[in-house]
């Protein structure tokens, strides 16, 4: 039985089936026909894995981001690292990693750092010349920061289902996440030499798109300076950037609508519905992964071939 769903398991994956339904289906069948698991025992267990507090920060972040996207507090930070690097060999790709960067500060969502960033990035750095495949690849790898830049849903969902306090996991992002992206410039700067870069802005142009960045930019302090003060937990750190996103929407920049705020509330709905779906349908595997004992009787299978670590790593990767 257990062979059978990971067959149906595999097919579903290769035929571009949504991940949470692969999870939830091949779970489901060993559970209930393998473990003879009875659903109420799969409905409580994924149940309390989305009760868990520290998820509202989940929305809420996605939240601000979408506002930040249409409000214009992204146009403001893709100009302003634009102007910044621009003319630099790669500038543009490296403009695009420094805003993928800083827009991971905001919101944590990578599907919204694409949108909000590619969007404006991508067309103008092929404009310029750069091969599509690359921006492409770049846009996506760029995304990645948001798992590791704090505030990370990544970080946040890593939190909910291993009990460690989130401000560690944002704290053991920081690191990592600014290595990655000193990393990424530096092959797009050995990459793009010969591309043509992007033209000087002069200082009075720099200071202008400083200064209209500056509400954005301040952005991060108010979410990890408040947990990390001891003043406000995760959830309400969110809830204030989603507040804070608005007023930039509405008063400065003055470019977000009530029929463009509703729209974020949907993409927020949306986006989140998919990623607790995951977590409920990864609740019912990690279920059958316990009850079925199938990772320590790998560690064991291979322990008594003499594996080594290179071994383990290999399977692990």
């Known amino acids: ?12 994956l290769c035929f571009s089936v949504p ?13 209930i026909l393998g473990l003879n698991l009875p659903w ?6 994924s149940f309390g894995a989305l009760t868990k507090h520290v998820l509202i920060a989940v929305p809420l972040f996605i939240f601000a981001g979408m506002v930040m ?5 992204a146009t403001r930070l893709v100009d302003f690292a634009t102007k910044l690097v621009g003319h630099w060999p790669g500038g543009l790709g490296i403009a695009m990693v420094i805003s993928m960067g800083f827009f991971a500060a905001f919101c944590g969502s990578i599907l ?3 949108t909000a960033v590619g969007t404006i990035m991508m067309p103008k750095m092929i404009e310029h010349g750069y091969p599509k495949p690359f921006v492409v690849v770049l846009a ?5 920061l948001e798992a590791l830049i704090p505030p990370s ?5 890593f939190s909910a289902l291993t009990n460690v306090p989130v401000s560690q996991t944002f704290a053991a992002g920081i690191v990592p996440g600014l290595i990655l992206l000193l990393f990424m410039v530096g092959v797009v700067l050995l990459k793009c030499r010969s591309i043509k870069s992007a033209e000087k802005s002069n200082t009075r142009e720099r200071l202008i798109a400083a200064k209209n960045a500056v509400p ?3 952005t991060p302090g108010i979410i990890l300076g408040g947990i990390y003060a001891g003043l406000l937990t995760p959830s309400e750190s969110a809830a204030i950037a989603g507040l804070w996103a608005m007023i930039m929407g509405f008063v400065i920049y003055r470019e977000l609508t009530i029929s463009g705020l509703i729209a974020c509330l949907k993409e927020t709905a949306s986006i989140t519905a998919v990623i607790f779906a995951i977590i409920a349908t990864a609740t019912f595997l990690s279920v059958v992964l316990t009850y079925t004992q199938l990772p320590q009787k790998i560690i064991v299978y291979f322990t008594e071939l003499g594996a080594g670590i290179y071994v383990f790593g290999s399977l692990w990767h």
């Open 40 to 45: 109420s025992v799969l409905i409580q267990v």
């Open 216 to 218: 954005a930019l301040i």
């Open 112 to 114: 919204a750092a694409i």
């Open 1 to 12: 039985m257990y062979i059978l769903a990971f067959v149906i398991s595999f097919f579903l």
């Open 19 to 31: 991940i949470f339904l692969v999870f939830g289906i091949g779970s489901s069948i060993a559970a």
């Open 153 to 157: 849903n990544a970080a946040i969902l």
């Open 140 to 144: 996506a790898s760029a995304a990645l």
């Open 69 to 73: 996207l249409r409000g214009g507090a």
